[in-house]
């Protein structure tokens, strides 16, 4: 079964960090285009982050470029953002995606992704609160 899990969400005061991983089952990660997504209350889903398949290339959305970065751990199947500097505005459930497609930019496919998943994850909780 290919499972994506999401997990290190948590409670933090403003301007702490967090680091969310996102685990593949079934499948290898490497292999795949990944993209972090975040809900939060009462608003749409929206893209956050996205890491490429074919160069690594990344993307960021402006609202947490220069505090998140994504990365990989091919040996753990996995892929992480790292989260410094948070804002109460980065209260969300966070989600993972993963695309086998390679060769477009990052950005288009968090576009690609929001678009074409209908079957999210549980997601992990970030509470960013004082």
């Known amino acids: 079964q290919l499972q994506l899990v999401e997990s290190g969400g948590g409670s933090v005061q403003p301007g702490g960090s967090l680091r969310l991983s996102c685990a593949a089952s079934?499948?290898?990660?490497?292999?795949?285009?990944v993209g972090w997504f975040r809900q939060a209350p009462g608003k749409e889903r929206e893209g956050v982050s996205c890491i490429s398949v074919s160069d690594g290339s990344t993307y960021y959305a402006d609202s947490v470029k220069g505090r998140f970065t994504i990365s990989r751990d091919n040996a753990k199947n996995t892929v992480y953002l790292q989260m410094n500097s948070l804002k109460p505005e980065d209260t969300a459930v966070y989600y993972c995606a993963a695309d086998p497609i390679s060769g477009i930019d990052p950005r288009l496919i968090l576009q690609r992704l929001l678009g074409m998943v209908d079957n999210w994850g549980q997601g992990t909780r970030v509470t960013v609160s004082s």
């Open positions: 079934g499948f290898t990660l490497d292999t795949y285009a």
